[in-house]
């Protein structure tokens, strides 16, 4: 009954089974529970249904500090689908996700990720993310902007890993960043059986990593930031340049280099009634014998939004998103005051060899239109649908594109 019915309840503490945080002095917590129907879908994975029901627990300052939601899907391609995502905030500068999925075919999904900033008068930051996945709706093109549609391969990546990070805080807008990232990849047959399997297409001469591979890396970042808010930000700007160096002698594939630049910027209109939101993104990987999905990937939910994920691979790319983020109303549903917005967008990008040899006919110009419900301010659910060459793309999932 519970699962089904949309409420507002304030229930004793020690009545309630859900892993709290936020709340040590109160005797009642104040639990909403939302039902949500579940219509997803991708140009990869298909159409997705299901249901799903999110409890969320409030503290004192009727913040969500507690966000439980249990969901089944349905998928032709994976079969059914059980998930249990957990989002935990015990105070502002900290943050815990939990995400546990498994489907009867292929695909699972298994991730915790943590995030801490309260150490050294909150001028260190540390983030850790573990993971353990396969994605049997994974596929390969070949290389290059003008990789074939009919050249279409699936596969299934199954992958364990981690990345961790340590961040210090220089002044009040500068950060710099060291980091290690592991990831252990398996490639084996996908789910799509109408579609060949990226095997017996391609090789491992052509393609390096179709057999697997392993990635060690280290990673330096110099950042940059005024944004007003790291999760639902309204105004500032953000800029980062990252370099990371894969080497055989840490356990890497390969050796090779990644070079990586970012900025963003925020301008808000009309006491931020409209915010006009930019990225501009580069990335170039440089070795020899690298990793095909180690190398400069566009296409899907953060990059070309009319593409499923890493439709386009090459060398370097070149990216620019531009969005404007409008707030249609706020609106109190069973108690959680909610922004809505909608947010008309435009991708542009392509992949490429090298930046100097970047052609105005390899770019993809993918229009489209988002629709976002904000709980400030740490939640964000959104409905991106973008247009490609290859057709429409749909994708759902939790917080902003970038």
């Known amino acids: 009954m519970v699962l089904l019915a949309g409420c507002t309840s304030y229930i004793p503490r020690k009545n309630l089974l859900l892993p709290l945080t936020g709340n040590a002095a109160d005797d009642k917590i104040k639990l909403v529970t939302i039902p949500?129907?579940?219509i997803a879908s991708s140009p990869n994975e298909g159409i997705t249904s299901g249901a799903l029901t999110a409890f969320l627990a409030?503290?004192?300052?009727?913040?969500?500090?507690?966000?439980?939601?249990?969901?089944?899907?349905?998928?032709?391609?994976?079969?059914v689908t059980a998930s249990l995502y957990g989002a935990f905030y015990p105070t502002p500068e900290r943050s815990i996700e939990t995400n546990l999925s498994q489907s009867a075919k292929v695909n699972h999904d298994y991730e915790f990720r943590v995030r801490d900033t309260s150490l050294l008068s909150n001028k260190l930051e540390l983030n850790g993310f573990i993971f353990k996945l396969s994605d049997g709706s994974s596929r390969f093109f070949g290389f290059n902007a003008n990789s074939s549609q009919q050249m279409e391969t699936n596969y299934a990546n199954d992958e364990l890993g981690y990345t961790i990070s340590a961040g210090y805080q220089i002044g009040p807008h500068y950060q710099i960043t060291v980091g290690d990232r592991f990831r252990d990849v398996n490639i084996r047959p996908?789910?799509?059986?109408?579609?060949?399997?990226?095997?017996?297409?391609?090789?491992?001469?052509t393609v390096p990593g179709i057999d697997g591979f392993t990635t060690h890396a280290m990673r330096i970042s110099l950042l940059y930031s005024t944004l007003d808010n790291r999760e639902t930000?309204?105004?500032?700007g953000?800029?980062?340049?990252?370099?990371?160096?894969?080497?055989?002698?840490?356990?890497?594939?390969?050796?090779?280099?990644?070079?990586?630049v970012e900025t963003k910027g925020f301008i808000p209109l009309d006491n931020a009634r409209y915010i006009s939101v930019f990225r501009l993104m580069y990335n170039q990987t440089l070795g020899a014998d690298v990793p095909f999905l180690e190398q400069s990937i566009l296409g899907g939910e953060?990059?070309?939004?009319?593409?499923?994920?890493?439709?386009?691979?090459?060398?370097?790319?070149?990216?620019?998103?531009?969005?404007?983020r409008i707030l249609l109303f706020r609106w109190e549903v069973f108690g959680v005051t909610a922004d809505w917005e909608v947010a008309p967008f435009i991708d542009l990008g392509a992949v490429m060899e090298s930046l100097d040899k970047a052609k105005s006919s390899d770019f993809e110009l993918n229009p489209g239109v988002g629709?976002?419900?904000i709980v400030r301010p740490n939640i964000i659910g959104r409905v991106d649908v973008g247009v490609g060459k290859d057709g429409p793309a749909v994708f759902v999932g939790l917080g902003y594109p970038f």
């Open 190 to 205: 996908g789910a799509f059986e109408r579609l060949p399997y990226i095997k017996d297409k391609f090789s491992l001469a």
């Open 302 to 324: 953060s990059s070309l939004r009319g593409f499923g994920r890493n439709r386009f691979i090459d060398n370097s790319f070149l990216l620019c998103n531009l969005e404007e």
């Open 238 to 260: 953000y800029a980062r340049f990252t370099f990371e160096p894969t080497l055989m002698a840490l356990g890497g594939a390969a050796d090779y280099r990644h070079y990586e």
């Open 233 to 236: 930000p309204t105004y500032g």
């Open 36 to 38: 949500l129907p579940v």
């Open 371 to 373: 629709f976002r419900a």
């Open 58 to 79: 409030h503290n004192r300052k009727d913040e969500v500090t507690t966000l439980v939601a249990p969901q089944v899907t349905y998928n032709d391609n994976f079969g």
